[in-house]
């Protein structure tokens, strides 16, 4: 009898330990007896130590130094039997590609299947799975730069008030935010004069490279209209800094170093890491097969540093009715869908009144504007507006800032369509159409700033005319640029007058 036990328990652990192990990787082995994966260890211990180190009233700086530190400690601590399996393994190709502490796992490539069996039964190994790659799709383009915009204001910085914070003087000083994206073109007009230049950039694609570039043209806008100037940006004052997360491809280790890198700043060899250079807010504008990533480790060590993340919806509603795309549907972030200038719900619209002026990127000049449209663009407003929000609030909090831009939204203004989604009426806020309403960040900053007034409508605070169509600005189906799976754009000769 005590030796079937034995042998239930035995069976057991084997089934725990194979447990482990995603579906993909064990049907590589089958095939090729051989996988690249991730070994992800338990992490919950590291934040465990981290919160009883930190002192009360610990600084911003502190907190992600003791933070950082922990989670360093940790991972060198878990990975240690793993690499000793590595190390004797003297006939495996298998080939440790990388170590990432920001979410305790180690990247192996060429990993064969008696290697990766053993890792599964090491109790400080949480899952083994492929490591995946996000796309952004097929691109078109032209060669023709669009005009300059002559410092005229977007669109989409009027609807949400934001000149009328600059008009007082809140125009994101002291705020540094970031994107995890294509890159970014520095050199740009509207942005080459407020790009942070001490650990202000990493490219895990060429660690050699020290400046910012964008070969695909996502990351560039995405920036323009978080913090760009001549009037396309919504914190013109704040300060940028970047990470190239895709180059055409996102592959989930340059991501994730990505994530790192935002967390602690370092210089190109990863070597020095400055916990005081971490960004205020973090964008992302993903969509398409963000799902696979494991963004939720990454994410919530960003909260726990205090970095506000925020995150585009997609595009793959039908008037509001589907599921947003992760990480934008994750409670830890803020995500954002889009809306069109007539305040109506706009997944992958054709109408021009809803696309949004932005700086070119790529092979294009370095003063050139396009124009965007998709939730990839929506985001970029509400983090240059949480930049606004903390240079008015100096060290708010994540959850003082979610409550200041939910809680003093436009609804009033909103066309829903004829339909509710999951039973809850249009009228009602939030709903599964509009969410808690849209942006108005002069209405949340003003909130607690006690005799702070709109000015007086000037070209500046004025909201765009909707009446601007096709004949005034171009035919968008003539020299149309799709980058990624959210992100479109048209060149246009006179990009002013839309």
Known sequence: MVQYQFIALAVTAITAATDKISVQVHRNLEIAEQSNIVVKFHCDEALTTHRRRLKSGASRT??????????????????????????????????????????????????????????ATLPEVESIYEPVTMTLGETQSDDKPASAVNDDIAWGIKKIQAPALWAKGIEGDGIVVANIDTGVRYTHESLESNWRREYGWFDPYNKT????????????PVMGIMGGTKGIGVAPKAKWIACKGCNYECNEL????????????????????????????INGSFGKYARDLRWEDMIIKWREAGIIPVFANGNNGVKGCASSEHPGMSPQVIGVGFTD????LSPQTRHFGSWFRHPTAGHFSDDGYSLGSGSSLAAPHVSGAIALYLSAHKGASYDQVYRALTEHVDTDTLTPPNKTCGDIPNTQYPNNLFGHGRLNIFK?????????TLPSQSKSTQALNP????????????????VGGDLASVNLATVESC
């Open 62 to 119: 502190e907190t992600i130094e003791s933070l950082v530190n922990s989670l360093k400690e940790h991972t060198t601590k878990s990975q240690a039997s793993v690499k000793s399996l590595l190390s004797n393994q003297v006939e495996s190709k298998a080939v440790e590609v990388a170590t990432t502490w920001i979410q305790c796992s180690m990247y192996i490539n060429n990993a064969p299947t008696d290697l990766v069996y053993k890792f």
């Open 209 to 220: 490279n020290k400046l910012p570039d964008d070969e695909w043209g996502h990351g560039t």
């Open 254 to 281: 340059q991501v994730v170093e990505c994530a790192q890198f935002l967390l602690c700043p370092h210089n190109n060899d990863g070597n020095k890491c400055d916990p005081s250079k971490a960004p205020h807010v």
């Open 341 to 344: 200038s007539n305040d109506a």
């Open 444 to 452: 949340a900053v003003a909130a607690s700033i006690p005799d702070l």
């Open 467 to 482: 009446t601007n169509d096709l004949s005034t600005c171009g035919t968008l189906e003539d020299n149309t640029h799709y």
